[in-house]
């Protein structure tokens, strides 16, 4: 059994021709020529900014990705906040600027490092966050 082209070609006659569905489609207000991207002026200054903004992209990239920067900062122990702090009270010459900056410290080291450390030390692996999440959830339901 063959196919339609080998009964052509074993009998010499040409294939049939096979004609196109006609189309109810509308034709085109604009011929396909007039739309090249190349014609448009309106997409010069847009391609300029976009030029302009992968440039500045890459710089803050380059500026980020430089030792020392805040993406390669580990954050510090409570035992070094805590240096931090009151070294940064003692620079203060008024004993009660002093006060409330090591105030200011103490409330940074009680509230806000604790929380943030453990924030970052549960959600350093997938396993440790899906325990950490777990834990949470059996205390507040059966606390």
């Known amino acids: 059994m063959g196919t339609l082209s080998d009964e052509a070609e074993r009998e010499g006659s040409p294939l049939p021709r096979v004609q196109a569905p006609e189309s ?9 020529e007039s739309v090249a991207l190349s014609s448009l ?3 010069a200054p847009v391609t300029e900014r ?6 500045a992209l890459a710089r803050a990239a ?9 993406v ?3 954050p510090p122990s409570l035992a070094r906040a805590r240096e931090f702090h009151q070294g940064a009270a003692a620079r203060h010459g008024a004993p009660a600027l002093r006060a409330a900056r090591l105030l ?8 806000v ?3 943030l450390n453990f924030l970052e030390w549960a959600t350093e692996t997938p396993l440790r966050l899906a325990v950490a999440v777990i834990i949470g959830l059996v205390v507040w339901y059966f606390g």
């Open 72 to 74: 390669h900062a580990r």
């Open 50 to 55: 976009a030029r302009a903004a992968g440039a």
């Open 24 to 32: 109810n489609a509308e034709p085109r207000a604009y011929p396909r």
């Open 41 to 43: 002026p309106a997409l």
């Open 62 to 70: 380059e500026y980020l990705d430089r030792p020392g920067s805040l």
């Open 113 to 115: 490092k604790p929380s």
């Open 104 to 111: 200011y410290g103490y409330l940074h080291l009680l509230l």
